[in-house]
């Protein structure tokens, strides 16, 4: 049994006259009976009564026709589906995130909704070490990451992104501290776990000023750390990117230094050919010209 013939038995059940349906359908009279005959040797029963001046449904075409409607109309809203998946304008996307991207990647997710709003975007707080293993093991669609990115990953650069730090407005610093001026401050500091590159970026930069921070906490996100420096506690890193707004009692320190900036870059699965994904890489690729 195939499409084609229950699209004939439909056309013919409608015109009731084979010479009219087959030239509907672009098919000769003998083409078309064959159709419904093969229609009906499956079904094991007559589909239609003919006769020498008229074509009627039989009881059994009758009970058919409602059936075949229905299974008719589901496939074209299925073949209908299937092509909007195929242009991306539905389905999943699964993107990993991280502090870097707080202000990119809700952007591009309205826009997103704007073109498709049939694709369910799922969103996930992850470290670069956590995407990098979630797109290796195709549970992530898209990742935006610390430089450099495996090679076993594609990748696009994204973001620029520069280390700051932040003191109390009571502290003994001055307005224009430097990093080095820090190196008797305690520090509080971002999780290792949490972001193990930011945490090491850190370290790095206090050697090249010639110290060790002494941190007094760790905790696992940036506006915690800001609570507990306004809180006279200590001075913190941050990314700059963070820093978009002024908080009460809190002072911004930039770091002019190069080895302090560093990169993002949005990276796939080289192996992924999710449509939605490739229509988020476009509106992607579109921002980053702009």
């Not at 009627?56 to 299974?71: D, H, I, N």
């Not at 498709?116 to 293993?133: F, K």
């Not at 990314?239 to 911004?252: A, D, K, L, Y």
């Not at 560093?262 to 999710?274: G, H, L, Q, T």
Request: glycine letters at 6%.
């Amino acid at each position: 049994m195939e499409i084609r013939e229950l699209k004939s038995f439909v056309v013919l059940a409608e015109q009731l006259h084979f010479g009219r349906a087959a030239n509907l359908l672009n098919l000769s009279q003998p083409a078309l009976t064959k159709q419904i005959r093969k229609l009906e040797d499956e079904l094991g029963g007559e589909l239609f009564e003919r006769g020498k001046h008229r074509t009627v449904l039989s009881a059994t075409g009758m009970q058919f026709l409602p059936e075949v409607r229905a299974m008719l109309l589901g496939f074209d809203r299925l073949l209908q589906r299937g092509s909007m998946v195929a242009r991306g304008e539905v389905g999943q996307l699964r993107l990993g995130f991280g502090f870097h991207t707080f202000e990119l990647v809700p952007k591009l997710i309205v826009r997103l909704r704007e073109i498709a709003p049939g694709i369910e975007v799922s969103l996930r707080d992850m470290s670069t070490a956590e995407q990098v293993s979630a797109l290796e093991a195709r549970e992530l669609d898209l990742g935006f990451l610390r430089a450099p990115v495996p090679a076993s990953l594609q990748s696009i650069a994204a973001v620029k992104d520069r280390m700051a730090f932040i003191s109390s407005s009571a502290s003994p610093l001055p307005e224009k501290a430097t990093l080095a001026d820090c190196r008797d401050q305690p520090f509080v500091t971002i999780s290792e776990d949490r972001s193990p590159a930011f945490h090491r970026h850190t370290l790095q930069l206090c050697a090249r000023h010639g110290f060790h921070p002494k941190i007094v906490q760790s905790v696992p996100e940036f506006m915690t750390a800001v609570a507990l420096v306004q809180a006279g506690l200590g001075v913190a890193m941050i990314p700059q990117s963070f820093w978009n707004h002024r908080i009460e009692g809190v002072r911004f320190h930039r770091l002019r230094e190069k080895n302090a900036a560093w990169s993002v870059a949005a990276a796939w699965n080289k192996a992924d050919r999710n449509p939605a994904l490739l229509a988020f890489l476009k509106l992607l690729k579109a921002d980053l010209r702009s």
